[in-house]
């Protein structure tokens, strides 16, 4: 880039109001990069010959070779509009869904989106996501409608049935973006309501004390009738459709270089035929029609045959063009045409052997795709100053905070935001989505500039100098014998010999530096202040509190001083600022607000995302929202051991650098990286081989994860005959069998109900548990609402602790939501009342698993008791927990976390503890509240001797109280541990075992992962699809035809296990004309039982005594077990012969 173009976009960089952030969003393959090379090849970037084919922005290696976009990259435009010059920094995303929190970074960072969708293809998976994506980060989309080649040139559609193909389109989307509208207009109009009645039964309250209960009975509303018109009627949507006459959608084909807004064709409609350009606007798109007798324009278009004005005054010109170009290469049409249209073209185009250079010369010139898109991008998208309050409350407020309940400084700092301070005094305020990785050597620091005259000539004198010395030096060789050949291999100008050795070293030190560093570059959007080179600030992490940080710290504290600790927060100095230029990087001295930029130097400081800010008020930007989860783990291994810890190194670069890959220890010391999809592991693993660990590395297969549950004891048998009740018997024969090996066998108990019972080895206590399976719909909705039950958890524990949280009441609502719909799903005598008595959630307390207390007597606060704010108000409620009933809620987290199939974790698994005695020995208490602190070590919950069991016996007291069914509370001091251990780290034990035996005495499953996934194919291929998925246990969910199109939609779910090679299968199978997308959607039981052997007698008969044939739940089971070094039993030999010489006896 030139330094006449870097100037002028410094000097654009200073004016916010004539900057747009925006990113292309779409669905794979729609045409992002080829649309963006069209936008840098407006720039001079690249030639325009090659937009379009060189994928500018697709610059590392792979992307070119599968020809998909697997990272974000930005790069910054400058477009001149009117009178104005604009500048755009403009992000491409990927839209394959594996990468698709690459998206999540791009998003964050821009005001607005240019959404694709392929003209042919219509609205598809990704489309959606991305519609939702950007939706949720509140930022406006406009429309580029691609590949209208496809419509002409593949399809064969005539204009006016690509019209209604297109309103069909455009319909689509909008359907998308209503339906998200709807939502968001019927929830705040419910919390409006709910504003609005708790506001009037105020009034009623104060009203009613004052003036007696006359005034009673006029309550306002009380003869109100139910308003059901829900708000939609009233507000104004129009502003987020797509519709060609609001100039928010562009026609085009990214591919041929041409793309037009129909109010381009208004103003030359206007100049030729006399009608207003507004009119025109208004009719062009629709059912307008011409009526040429009467010089009007019409309505009804369709009912009275007529061609609609979109056909006849922009379709049909292009569809003649095409014909005549491509179909019919019409020479002297084609010279008439261009003569009307006011084209030239070049010689060496018009007779290229390929018509389409000729096409898209010819269009890139009549309707350049470039100024129709930046002209609407620069009119619809909104600049960073237009950027809404709601965006910035939403932004601020992390978890389950309040905007409001934030520290007063923190709230003002909204001002700034609001006004895209430019200010010298004004905070500066950043926020990095993502951690990209460069090579150090194209950082422009690194690299050669070219050099100015002056050094020109100075080299030019170093050289000629050189060159005087080296003959000198030879002269004096000839003349005397001595070892010249030292002084003529330096350089030369070096008289000493320090001096030498200096400068070689300095010509050396870069070079080592730069084989030993890759380095981070932070991509990030200043939101406020200027961002300067060497300024020193704050990185605040995504658990910094400003309450908490603006205690600690100093009054004006800045992070040039001292900084005392806090917590998650750390100082550190912005080295280098560069401006994003796709494959290039400018440097930058500095950054006013409302720009993208690449930050170097925070590697040491920020994992992926952060916030950086001057001032410590600022609270970290919301975390962002990614749709994919990551599924697919592989465990990873240096091939020579040696390289062990470059592959750790490696692996923690790779973390830093994906938004999403996630690398971990696991307990059995593997190296596991976790992705999103296969084409995404593959991206990893290449990442990992050739630029971050630089070693050869061996990856596992996919290890497939599983999940373990019960069910209903099953009603028929393997050939469906009814059972009776010889098959519970012979389950709890099994588990009864097994239980001797148990370290508890001698104490345990199971009884035909599943009721299973042990006690501790000191014999102090006892639990009986039993295990429920529970109603899919509920693991549906915990498995939905985990984060909000990670909220309630945390609430609680603030609770437990004596501290009080300021929870936003849209989280108590939602809260109390979830609790409403539990109760609701959870019905029948089984489940009486189990919704109040929930004791805890797990694995990890947050997953979809419940424990329940079914203990007679003991009650103990509901994990709803943030609901009530009577509760909360009271007691720290810790005073009404039993001793230990942490290790109860341990015992159960530990179960759930690894089952006794395959030690997966639990799912849609109830533990309903029925039983809990605890023996009198001392009547010394252990401290309540140490007993309830949370996640105790087993160790930790013991009370120590002396003082502190005489404060706890003091602070006991008001629990005696608590429930008359208590009566064996007192627990014994350490005392009585003995030799079996600290008594909680017994009962963690003996709850885990309950829970394992009463898992084992229910029928167990096995849950898949399932994928879903739609292929699109056409009817020839259609059979083979089938084929594949067939073959791969895939289940068809439903197929359609495509409208306007030859294509089928195929949805279909596939267990992930059998995923892999999938999309390769089908795409070979079918030449690549169908090609899949995998996303994650639910897990699913297996039905067959892994441990079933034939029991009656027609299951013997029919599957023999063996059983051997394939069971599929068995074959993962042992799949996993044999992974994880467990016992898998198996025969490897059967009918073993003794071998002997059959020839020769004979
Ligand atoms: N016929 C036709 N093909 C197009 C057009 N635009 C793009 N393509 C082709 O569509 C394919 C995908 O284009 P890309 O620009 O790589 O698509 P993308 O949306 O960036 O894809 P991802 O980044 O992988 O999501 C390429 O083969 C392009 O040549 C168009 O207007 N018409
Ligand atoms: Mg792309």
């Known amino acids: ?85 604009y500048l755009l920094n ?13 998206v999540s970074t791009a998003v964050r960072l821009c005001d607005g989106a240019i959404v694709i969708v392929d003209a042919v293809e219509g609205v598809c998976p990704q489309t959606q996501a991305v519609l939702r994506q950007a939706w949720l980060e509140n930022i406006r989309p406009v429309l580029v409608l691609n590949k209208m080649d496809r419509l002409i040139s593949e399809l064969k559609l005539t204009s006016l049935e690509a019209f209604t193909h297109l309103q069909k389109i455009l319909e689509q989307v909008n359907a998308v973006t209503g339906a998200l509208f709807t939502s968001k207009v019927l929830e705040e109009r419910a919390e409006k309501e709910e504003q609005k009645e708790k506001k009037e039964q105020k009034e009623r309250d104060s009203s009613g004390s004052q003036a007696g209960e006359s005034q009673a009975a006029e309550t306002p509303g009380a003869d109100q009738v139910y308003d059901w018109s829900a708000g939609l009627e009233e507000t104004d949507d129009s502003h987020l459709y797509f519709s060609p006459d609001q100039g928010n959608v562009v026609f085009a084909s990214a591919i041929d270089g041409w793309g037009f807004s129909i109010q381009q064709f208004a103003r030359i409609y206007s100049q030729k035929m006399g009608i207003r350009e507004e009119v025109l606007c208004k009719t062009l798109w629709g059912d307008f029609f011409l009526n040429a007798k009467a010089k009007k324009i019409m309505k009804g278009a369709q009912a009275k045959g007529k061609k609609p004005l979109f056909v006849q005054l922009v379709l049909d010109n292009i569809w003649t063009l095409y014909d005549a170009v491509v179909t019919r290469r019409d020479k002297e049409k084609v010279e008439k045409m261009m003569t009307s249209l006011g084209v030239k073209v070049m010689a060496r185009d018009s007779r290229h052997s390929d018509p389409k250079v000729l096409l898209s010369a010819i269009c890139s010139q009549w309707l350049p795709i470039s100024q129709a898109v930046l002209s609407m991008v620069c009119e619809k998208l909104p600049s960073p100053l237009d950027i809404s309050t709601e965006r910035i409350e939403r932004l601020m407020s992390v978890g389950a905070r309040r905007f409001d309940s934030l520290p007063e400084r923190t709230q003002e700092l909204k001002n700034a935001f609001v006004q895209c301070s430019r200010e010298a005094e004004a905070p500066v305020i950043v926020f990095v989505s993502k951690m990209f990785a460069v090579d150090a050597k194209s950082l422009p620091q690194n690299k050669q500039r070219p050099l100015t005259h002056e050094e020109l000539a100075e080299r030019r004198e170093q050289a000629r100098q050189r060159h005087a010395d080296r003959m000198a030096a030879n002269q004096q060789a000839q003349s005397s014998a001595g070892p010249a050949h030292h002084v003529v291999s330096l350089p030369a100008g070096g008289e000493g010999d320090p001096i030498q050795m200096e400068s070689l070293a ?14 981070f570059v932070a991509f990030a959007r200043v939101y406020s202040g200027v961002v300067r080179r060497g300024q020193r600030v704050f990185i605040l992490g995504p658990k910094y509190d400003p309450a908490q940080g603006l205690n600690m710290l100093p009054e004006g504290c800045m992070a040039s001083d001292s900084v005392p600790e806090v917590p998650h927060l750390t100082c550190c100095t912005l080295d280098s600022l560069y401006l994003l230029m796709g494959r290039e990087l400018e440097e930058l001295d500095e950054v006013p607000s409302g720009n993208v930029l690449g930050i170097g130097g925070l590697e040491d400081f920020v994992l992926k995302s952060a916030t950086i800010s001057t001032s410590p008020a600022c609270p970290p930007f919301i975390p ?11 465990a990873i291994e240096p091939k020579h051991p040696s390289e062990m810890p470059k592959l750790v190194r490696g692996m923690r670069l790779l973390n830093q650098a994906d938004p999403c890959a996630e690398v971990l220890i696991q307990e059995t010391g593997e190296h596991v990286l976790v992705t999103a999809g296969e084409v995404h592991l593959q991206r990893c693993l290449d990442d990992l081989r050739q630029r971050f660990a630089k070693i050869e590395i061996t990856a596992s297969k996919p290890i497939i994860p599983f999940r373990e549950t019960v069910v209903r004891p099953p009603k ?8 009776g009740r010889q098959h519970k018997t012979a389950i709890i024969h099994q588990v009864k069998e097994e239980a001797p090996q148990s370290r508890f066998s001698d104490t345990l108990h199971v009884d035909p109900g599943g009721l299973v019972t042990i006690t501790t080895p000191n014999r102090l206590a006892t639990v009986g548990v039993c295990a429920l399976p529970l109603p899919a719909e509920v693991t549906c909705l915990l498995e939905a609402s985990s984060e909000l039950v990670r909220t309630l958890e945390q ?6 602790e004596g501290r009080s949280l300021t929870v936003s009441p849209r989280t108590l609502e939602d809260i109390a939501h979830l609790k409403a719909r539990l109760a609701a799903l959870l019905q029948g005598h089984k489940w009486k009342n189990a919704v109040e008595h929930i004791w805890a959630f797990g694995p990890r307390r947050y997953g979809p698993n419940i424990l329940l207390n079914s203990v007679e007597g003991y009650q103990r606060p509901s994990v709803w008791q943030c609901l009530d704010p009577a509760e909360k108000g009271a007691e720290p ?35 309903s503890v029925e039983r809990w005695d605890l023996q009198q020995t001392r009547a010394r208490p252990e401290p309540p509240s140490r007993a ?19 404060e706890a016996a003091a602070a006991a007291t008001p629990e005696e109280e608590a429930g008359p069914g208590q009566v064996t509370r007192h627990w014994a001091g350490a005392g009585s541990a003995g030799c079996y251990g600290p008594v909680s780290g017994q009962l963690i034990a003996v709850m885990k075992e309950a829970c394992r035996h009463a898992f084992q005495a229910r029928p167990q499953r096995l849950m898949a992962a399932m994928y879903t996934c739609e292929i699109m194919a056409t009817a020839e291929v259609l059979g083979r699809v089938y084929g594949v998925l067939g073959k791969r246990e895939g289940r068809v969910l439903h197929e359609e035809m495509k409208e306007g199109t030859d294509m089928f939609l195929i949805s279909a779910v596939l267990p992930v296990a059998e995923s892999f090679g999938f999309a390769d299968e089908i795409r070979k199978r079918t030449s690549g004309l169908a090609s899949p997308q995998l996303v994650f959607s639910h897990w699913e039981v297996i039905a067959s039982d892994p441990y079933w052997v034939p029991t009656t007698e027609e299951e013997y008969l029919h599957f023999g005594e063996k059983a051997d044939s394939a069971n599929q739940a068995l074959k993962y089971m042992n799949a996993v077990r044999r992974r994880k070094g467990l016992y898998v039993e198996e025969k490897t030999v059967e009918h073993a012969e003794k071998q002997r010489t059959l020839g020769k006896n004979k």
Do not use: W
């Open 795 to 800: 609430v609680n524990m603030s609770l437990r």
């Open 624 to 634: 962002l929202n990614f749709e994919a989860t990551p599924i697919v783990r592989v």
């Open 1 to 85: 880039m030139g330094h006449k173009g870097l100037d002028k976009i410094i000097a654009l960089q200073k004016n916010p109001a004539n900057i747009r952030n925006l990113c292309i969003l779409a669905h794979v393959d729609h045409g992002k990069t080829t649309l963006a090379d069209c936008l840098v090849a407006s720039n001079g970037i690249i030639s325009s010959r090659l937009a379009g084919k060189l994928r500018y922005l697709d610059s590392r290696e792979d992307e070119q070779l599968r020809g998909i976009t697997m990272k974000s990259s930005a790069i910054s435009l400058h477009y001149a509009f009117g009178e104005k010059e």
């Open 506 to 519: 300095a010509v050396k030190e870069p070079e080592v530096e730069e084989v030993a560093k890759d380095t």
């Open 716 to 723: 028929l048998d393997m050939v469906n005959e009814e059972l």
């Open 90 to 102: 403009l992000i491409d995303s990927p839209g394959h869904v594996d990468f698709s929190s690459e």
């Open 877 to 911: 409620c810790a005073a009404a927990l039993r001793d230990l009933d942490n290790s109860i809620v341990s015992g159960f987290q530990l179960a759930t976390l690894s089952g006794p199939m395959c030690e997966e974790p639990l799912m849609g698994v109830c533990f």
């Open 932 to 950: 309830a602190a949370p996640d105790s070590e087993a160790g930790e919950a013991v009370p120590e001797d002396g003082g502190a069991g005489l």
